[in-house]
C-alpha cells in the first residue's frame, strides 16, 4: 500500500493571539509547521507529502523544503474544509485505496516512530486509524452554561484525539462530503464515525500535542529539546 501525508495549515490562530498564523511561529528556532513536514519527511513510510495553505498565503513558500514536499493552495474556511479541498486536489493523483494520514500543522512534536506505530497498529484496519490519549484528568460537564452545575462525565473510556488520522483515501473524501456542519467535524475521524464506522484508537504521546493557546508553546518546546523516548 502506499501512504501519503496531508497537512491542514490553512488557519488563523485565533486562540493563540498571536501576530500571524501560528502555523509560522517558531518552536526551537524551527516553524511548527516545518517540524510536522520534517517528521513525514524522515519516515521512509511516506511517499509524499501535501501540505494545504490558504490561496494568499505570503509566507509557505519560504519554509517549504524544496523536495518531497508539495504546496496546495486551496486552505476552506474551516479544518474540515481545508482537508476536503486538499483531497479533492489530489484527485489526479491518488488512488482510492491509497492510505491519507492527516496531520495538524499545529503538532510539532509527532516523529517518526508515531507515523510507524500508527500504520503499522492500524494495519490493514477496515476503517482506519488515529492517534489519542486515554484521558487523564476528572472530566467535568456543565449543564447550565458556562457556570451552571456540573456533572462527572466517567473517564473510563475516553481518549483525546491525536493526529496523523488515517484513512484510505476514497473513504475519507466521501465522509468529509457527506459531512453536514464543518463546525462540528473539528477531526477527520469524526466525519467517518459519523457515516457508522469505527476507526482504530492507537496510543499517541504527550509530546504529540496540539499548540492551541500561547502557554503551549513552551510546553511544546520543552517536549523537542528532550530526547525521544
Ligand atoms: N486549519 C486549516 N484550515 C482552517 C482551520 C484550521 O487548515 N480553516 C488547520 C490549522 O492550520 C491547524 C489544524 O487545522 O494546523 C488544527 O486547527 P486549530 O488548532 O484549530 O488551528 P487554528 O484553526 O489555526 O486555530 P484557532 O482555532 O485557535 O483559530
Ligand atoms: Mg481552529
Given at each position: 500500500?502506499?501512504?501519503?501525508?496531508?497537512?491542514?495549515a490553512?488557519?488563523v490562530?485565533?486562540?493563540?493571539?498571536?501576530?500571524?498564523p501560528?502555523q509560522?511561529?517558531?518552536?526551537?528556532?524551527?516553524p511548527?509547521l516545518r517540524?510536522a513536514?520534517?517528521?513525514?519527511?524522515f519516515?521512509?513510510?511516506?511517499?509524499?507529502?501535501?501540505v494545504?495553505?490558504?490561496a494568499?498565503?505570503p509566507?509557505?513558500?519560504?519554509?517549504?523544503?524544496s523536495h518531497?514536499?508539495?504546496?496546495?493552495r486551496?486552505?476552506?474556511?474551516?479544518?474540515?474544509e481545508?482537508?476536503r479541498?486538499?483531497?479533492?486536489a489530489?484527485?489526479?493523483?491518488?488512488?482510492?485505496?491509497?492510505?491519507?494520514?492527516?496531520?495538524?500543522?499545529?503538532?510539532?512534536g509527532?516523529?517518526?516512530?508515531?507515523?510507524?506505530?500508527?500504520i503499522?497498529t492500524?494495519?490493514e484496519?477496515?476503517?482506519?486509524?488515529l492517534l489519542?490519549?486515554?484521558v487523564?484528568?476528572t472530566v467535568?460537564?456543565?449543564?447550565?452554561?458556562?457556570?451552571?452545575?456540573?456533572?462527572?462525565?466517567?473517564?473510563?473510556?475516553?481518549w483525546l484525539?491525536?493526529?496523523?488520522q488515517?484513512?484510505r483515501?476514497?473513504?475519507?473524501?466521501?465522509?468529509l462530503s457527506?459531512?453536514?456542519?464543518?463546525n462540528?467535524?473539528?477531526?477527520?475521524?469524526?466525519?467517518?464515525?459519523?457515516l457508522?464506522?469505527?476507526?482504530?484508537?492507537?496510543?499517541?504521546?504527550?509530546?504529540?500535542?496540539?499548540?492551541?493557546l500561547?502557554?503551549?508553546?513552551?510546553?511544546?518546546?520543552m517536549?523537542?529539546a528532550?530526547?525521544?523516548?
Amino acid at each position: 500500500p502506499r501512504y501519503f501525508a496531508l497537512i491542514p495549515a490553512a488557519g488563523v490562530g485565533a486562540r493563540m493571539a498571536a501576530s500571524g498564523p501560528k502555523q509560522y511561529l517558531k518552536i526551537g528556532g524551527k516553524p511548527m509547521l516545518r517540524h510536522a513536514i520534517d517528521a513525514f519527511l524522515f519516515s521512509e513510510l511516506i511517499a509524499h507529502t501535501y501540505v494545504v495553505v490558504s490561496a494568499d498565503d505570503p509566507i509557505i513558500d519560504s519554509i517549504v523544503p524544496s523536495h518531497g514536499v508539495t504546496v496546495l493552495r486551496c486552505g476552506g474556511a474551516t479544518r474540515m474544509e481545508s482537508v476536503r479541498n486538499g483531497l479533492a486536489a489530489l484527485a489526479p493523483t491518488l488512488r482510492e485505496n491509497d492510505w491519507v494520514l492527516v496531520h495538524d500543522a499545529a503538532r510539532p512534536g509527532l516523529d517518526e516512530a508515531l507515523i510507524e506505530k500508527l500504520i503499522t497498529t492500524t494495519g490493514e484496519h477496515p476503517v482506519g486509524g488515529l492517534l489519542a490519549l486515554p484521558v487523564v484528568d476528572t472530566v467535568k460537564r456543565s449543564i447550565g452554561g458556562e457556570l451552571g452545575t456540573l456533572s462527572t462525565v466517567a473517564r473510563e473510556g475516553l481518549w483525546l484525539a491525536q493526529t496523523p488520522q488515517m484513512f484510505r483515501y476514497k473513504l475519507l473524501r466521501e465522509a468529509l462530503s457527506a459531512a453536514r456542519d464543518p463546525n462540528q467535524i473539528t477531526d477527520d475521524a469524526s466525519a467517518v464515525e459519523a457515516l457508522g464506522l469505527s476507526p482504530k484508537l492507537v496510543e499517541g504521546h504527550p509530546r504529540n500535542m496540539k499548540v492551541t493557546l500561547p502557554s503551549d508553546v513552551r510546553i511544546a518546546e520543552m517536549y523537542l529539546a528532550t530526547a525521544q523516548p
